[in-house]
């Protein structure tokens, strides 16, 4: 009975693990992908700047294909110490994700406070040899959400030291329209824009992260069980 009960967690976690082992896998292939074709895109902080969307999938993949691997050999194998591994590295992971959310919530405003200063120190980056990444990310940004500067579009003439913006921020596009007059820039600041937008989209975020939390719940639920069963059969044999 014992047996026939590893034998079924066995199979789940390694089909759990599987897929947890492909998405890292998309995930890496998704980042090596943005890093080879779009350089650092979305580059936005001066303080760090290998902060990107690129590097940041890259090693998220990495540590999820890493996790996924040591689940898999560990059902497999019915390794005792892989799966104890899965367990502690997938509880880690979850803890730190919890204390970064409960952190973020409890210090909504000095993050915020620090992200606009940051990301005016960047807008001085902004055309500069080396920054393609920021340039193509700040350009993308206010084309798409209709706004101009971290909190006015003023934020601009520090960086040129003169009463002009980047072409991204014209209502109508066309070559060196940052240079007119201000009536034909967008006038809405891009860190509250942004803002207002993930706010609007707080649902799907808070779905995404549940689904997460869930999928690591669950995760965290097969190693341990299949522990157990692995403990129990090593005992029953003896």
């Not at 340039?135 to 003439?157: E, H, K, L, M, P």
Request: aromatic content about 14%; proline content about 2%.
């Amino acid at each position: 009975m014992a047996r026939g009960c590893l034998q079924g967690v066995k199979y789940l976690m390694f089909a759990f693990n599987l897929l947890f082992w492909l998405g890292g896998c998309g995930i890496l292939g998704v980042g090596i992908w943005l890093a080879a074709t779009q350089g650092n895109f979305a580059t936005l902080s001066s303080s760090f700047p290998s902060l990107s969307a690129a590097n940041l999938l890259i090693v998220t993949g990495t540590f999820v294909m890493a996790i996924g691997f040591v689940g898999c050999i560990g059902a497999i194998k019915e390794n005792k110490c892989l799966l104890l591994t899965f367990f502690v590295l997938l509880l880690l992971v979850f803890l730190l994700e919890a204390s970064l959310a409960i952190l973020f919530f409890a210090y909504t405003d000095k993050i915020d406070r620090y992200a606009q200063r940051d990301l005016k120190k960047g807008l001085h980056l902004y055309g500069t040899p080396g920054n393609v990444g920021l340039t193509n990310a700040w350009s993308i940004i206010q084309t798409d959400f209709r706004c101009c500067g971290v909190s006015n579009y003023t934020d601009w003439f520090e960086v040129y030291n003169a009463t002009r913006v980047p072409d991204s921020c014209c209502l109508e596009f066309s070559e060196s329209c940052g240079l007119h007059a201000p009536g034909t820039w967008w006038k809405a600041p891009c860190y509250e824009t942004v803002k207002v937008w993930l706010q609007e989209n707080l649902l799907a975020v808070g779905v995404f992260g549940l689904c997460t939390a869930l999928v690591q719940i669950l995760g965290l639920t097969f190693a341990m069980t299949m522990y157990c069963q692995v403990v129990k059969a090593d005992t029953y044999c003896a």
